[in-house]
């Protein structure tokens, strides 16, 4: 059992690293017309009709796509490892869906964060794993959101709401992480526009006042 969950795990690392470097334009998704030349996605997955499509993109495609995108959007800093964290979040679970625990994902997008001299020197995912989080626990009360974030993440084949700068989110109670994803704690809130749960990295938050 242990060697079936490794050879997963590794699988899904090489996946995921080969999905993340590979230029949009030399995608077999390009290729197809599903996306263009910035990653911009021209057909949606109920459209998808040939294995050959279906193939080209995933939800596994979905999700690191968007880590690529955040990528090319701002320069390093922590708010935009708080985004990045929060995107990997989904990753690992699909991995984690697929059979696969999610760390060697984790890792794996670090050692490419520090290889590429992506990362801040101080940052060190062994030695000061929580360095980033602002709080173990998420206090209730009412937030905006500091950044854009497209999609919101996919769950279930469904994709979330697009969120916006200033868009209000509502923390109902006191709120525990449910992951801690390159030293960032990762949580469950409701997006009020759209009325749906999202995930996000209390650094993407500003908050506002508390619930009464």
């Not at 997955?45 to 080209?56: C, D, G, V």
């Not at 320069?75 to 696969?100: D, H, N, Q």
């Not at 520090?114 to 060190?124: G, V």
């Not at 995912?125 to 929580?130: A, L, V, Y």
């Amino acid at each position: 059992m242990g060697l079936i969950a490794g050879a997963v795990d590794l699988y899904m690392t090489y996946k995921f690293l080969r999905i993340l470097t590979q230029p949009f334009d030399k995608t077999d998704a390009f290729r197809l017309g599903i996306i263009d030349e910035n990653g911009k996605i021209l057909k949606k997955r109920k459209e998808l009709k040939t294995s050959n499509e279906k193939n080209a993109y995933t939800i596994f495609h979905r999700l690191i796509w968007k880590i690529k995108k955040l990528m090319g959007k701002l320069p390093f800093g922590k708010t935009r490892l708080a985004s990045y964290a929060a995107a990997l979040w989904f990753v690992k679970e699909e991995v984690i869906k697929k059979g696969g625990n999610g760390i060697s994902i984790e890792t794996s997008f670090h050692n490419y964060l520090k290889e590429n001299n992506a990362l801040p020197d101080y940052y060190d995912i062994n030695e000061n794993f929580k360095t980033f989080i602002s709080e173990e626990i998420l206090k209730k009360g009412t937030y905006r959101l500091k950044v854009n974030i497209p999609d919101g993440g996919v769950v279930d084949d469904k994709v979330g709401p697009d969120m916006e700068v200033g868009d209000i989110v509502i923390v109902k109670q006191d709120t525990k992480s449910i992951d801690i994803v390159l030293g960032v704690g990762i949580f469950r809130a409701i997006h009020e526009p759209s009325g749906k749960e999202i995930v996000v990295a209390a650094e993407d938050l500003f908050k506002m006042k508390t619930v009464a």
